[in-house]
């Protein structure tokens, strides 16, 4: 895993972490299915993600029903994913990280973006194009408890996807196919014919990792797969995950709330903040040299055991409460709560770009930061 993080880095680091999207020019259903056939090597984006909205209506009457606003759940955001790496993404709850998740899927409608699996626009596709979009990019869901369902046995549930997609396995090799993921992913192949509340928490997630496996998709979308967890079930399906990806080639998009652990997995980490991305680098420069003032505040939260670091720490403490998704503030959206912010923050949207007094260095702090005051800062411990 080290190694392969090496090389993501080094990807990374060379590489805007939004690049030009190369459109696929098919026009067919059948091409369109021929190009998401087509093999991303390795380090090259898979799945590019611009401008991504998802307002939520509010509305109001009973017979005349009529909108009178909108929850701003994500509200343009931009990222790429490259083949074989981890991409974290973190933020406090309410921030939108799921409903990118759901967006990604194609489970929810995107109301204005794009998002591109292999140059192909998967928001505008359906049928036969979007089936196969779905075969090559699958989930682990947050509660491994109410993911999978209580009347069905493991087999059939890890099983499931193959009557989805049968071209996958055919009907005679499933049950082996089934046995042989049961193994992969830890479990005994005896337990096919179980039932999900015949095992723990942990081993319910190993379940829903073996079933998002069942078709070989090329990107896993991981919804705060171990936040359910105990602490020591937590190192074992991580670094589980971590084995897996390194087996199957795979992609992950990992959401989640612990920063350590994002750190533990993730090649590069994206921080969230009230629907958009305030900041975006690899593991060293978020953690080590973040330049957003959000970002550095939640570092600055993450618990030391040292004594010694602690003690010559520096705690931000932020003030005032979240605002409404509903009613976010005019420019930057984290000015209420910001240490830094001065009247040009209450007009002006800071874009989500390489600050300018770090452009031409070689610092680490020259990642893209959404603040117009981005100044680099150490924080103790946060390693």
Sequence with gaps: ??????????????????????????????????ALDKRVARGEPILQVRNLVKHFPLTQGILFRRQVGAVKAVDGISFDLYQGETLGIVGESGCGKSTVAKLLMTL???????????????TKLSGRALHAVRRNIQMVFQD??????????????????????????PKGSRRKKVQDLLDVVGLNPEYINRYPH???GGQRQRIGIARGLALNPEIIICDEPVSALDVSVQAQVINLMEKLQDEFNLSYLFIAHDLSIVRHISDRVGVMYLGKM???????????HPTHPYTQALLSAVPVPDPEAREGRERIILTGDVPSPANPPSGCRFRTRCWKAEEKCSKEEPLLAIPQRFATTDSLAAHESACHFAEEKDVVGAA
């Design 198 to 200: 015949q095992f723990s």
């Design 278 to 288: 305030a900041e975006i680098g690899s593991d060293q420069e978020i953690y080590e």
């Design 1 to 34: 895993m080290a190694e392969m993080k090496k090389k993501a880095g080094a990807v990374a680091d060379s590489t805007p972490s939004v690049s030009d999207v190369v459109e696929s020019d098919a026009s067919t259903t059948t091409e369109v299915e021929a």
């Design 108 to 122: 929810e409608k995107a109301t204005a973006g794009e998002v591109f699996y292999k140059g192909q626009d998967i």
């Design 144 to 169: 491994p408890y109410t993911s999978l369902n209580p009347r069905m046995t493991v087999g059939d549930i890890i099983g499931e996807p193959y009557e989805i997609h049968p071209e996958v396995a």
